[in-house]
């Protein structure tokens, strides 16, 4: 099975499933079938440095994946899965691949019995996001398609929606197409210009306008005596809106 490498400055390493020697990216190459043989939390010794061997959560997979194109971080993901009230068993349209980040969100809070349907024009994206659902154990219920979100007309069939791409303004009306009657949608985007061009036509394409934000979040530095917040800056990441199919 695939593992997680953790050093001694907590940096941590996706290993993936393998019974001989594998190229981990900033590590080097390690003997994975000897490493995972190990029992999760023991430690082991690599190339004379010490590591920790833990079975990969959901957030390991979201912070080691391969970046291409932009990435939704966790704390962005969980939050748009929670206002899309996504649940065990239910349908998904994603309309915009990324990286997978938000996918492999939404595939763990679908399980198994649910879908997550992930549209995208371009190949080099799905195949970045291939790449990293794959590896993650949890893929069997995502579905990506070769094809523009933005043009789908298709009947009502999803649970819930959720928009990715430069202009989601112009992906309203397919996932107005795609989703259930009362249910959620949600638009992610890296200005406020999309984020008010997006709401301003939301009301037309048939959608309530619940909430716009974003998420700033500031680590603390945790020492017995001295804890403080970290120094590192809560930084933007993206601007999240979220609509209900009320039309």
Same mark, same amino acid.
């Given at each position: /099975?695939?593992?997680?490498?953790?050093?001694?400055?907590?940096?941590?390493? @996706?290993?993936?499933?393998?019974?001989?020697?594998?190229?981990?990216?900033?590590?080097?190459?390690?003997?994975?079938? $000897?490493?995972?043989?190990?029992?999760?939390?023991? $430690?082991?010794?690599?190339?004379?440095?010490?590591? /920790?061997?833990?079975?990969?959560?959901?957030?390991?997979?979201?912070?080691?994946?391969?970046?291409?194109?932009?990435?939704?971080?966790?704390?962005?993901?969980?939050?748009?899965?929670? @206002?899309?009230? +996504?649940?065990?068993?239910?349908?998904?349209?994603?309309?915009? $691949?990324?990286?997978?980040?938000?996918?492999?969100?939404?595939?763990?809070? +679908?399980?198994?019995?649910? /879908?997550?349907?992930?549209?995208?024009?371009?190949?080099?994206?799905?195949?970045? $996001?291939?790449?990293?659902?794959?590896?993650?154990? =949890?893929?069997?219920?995502?579905?990506?398609?070769?094809?523009?979100?933005?043009? @789908?007309?298709?009947?009502? @069939?999803?649970?819930?929606?959720? =928009?990715?791409?430069?202009?989601?303004?112009?992906?309203?009306?397919?996932?107005?197409?795609?989703?259930?009657?009362?249910?959620?949608?949600?638009?992610?985007?890296?200005?406020?210009?999309?984020?008010?061009?997006?709401?301003?036509?939301?009301?037309?394409?048939?959608?309530?306008?619940?909430?716009?934000?974003?998420?700033?979040?500031?680590?603390?530095?945790?020492?017995?005596?001295?804890?403080?917040?970290?120094?590192?800056?809560?930084?933007?990441?993206?601007?999240?809106?979220?609509?209900?199919?009320?039309?």
């Amino acid at each position: /099975m695939s593992f997680i490498l953790v050093d001694e400055k907590r940096r941590r390493y @996706f290993v993936p499933e393998s019974e001989g020697k594998v190229r981990v990216r900033a590590l080097g190459v390690v003997d994975a079938g $000897a490493a995972s043989a190990a029992s999760p939390g023991s $430690a082991i010794a690599i190339a004379g440095k010490r590591f /920790m061997i833990l079975a990969p959560t959901v957030s390991d997979l979201m912070n080691t994946l391969e970046r291409g194109p932009q990435v939704i971080t966790e704390k962005d993901a969980s939050m748009i899965a929670h @206002f899309l009230d +996504v649940r065990c068993g239910h349908t998904v349209l994603e309309i915009g $691949a990324g990286s997978g980040s938000l996918s492999l969100k939404l595939l763990s809070a +679908v399980g198994e019995n649910g /879908m997550v349907i992930t549209m995208d024009n371009r190949p080099e994206h799905l195949r970045v $996001a291939s790449t990293n659902i794959s590896r993650s154990g =949890i893929g069997g219920a995502w579905h990506p398609i070769l094809a523009d979100g933005r043009e @789908f007309t298709g009947t009502s @069939f999803a649970d819930a929606a959720s =928009i990715d791409i430069p202009d989601p303004w112009n992906a309203l009306e397919s996932c107005w197409h795609a989703l259930r009657p009362g249910r959620m949608l949600s638009s992610y985007s890296p200005t406020v210009n999309q984020t008010e061009r997006t709401v301003s036509q939301a009301a037309s394409s048939g959608f309530w306008h619940e909430t716009s934000f974003e998420i700033m979040m500031r680590k603390l530095e945790v020492t017995e005596g001295a804890t403080r917040h970290s120094f590192d800056g809560p930084g933007h990441t993206g601007y999240i809106s979220i609509f209900r199919k009320v039309g």
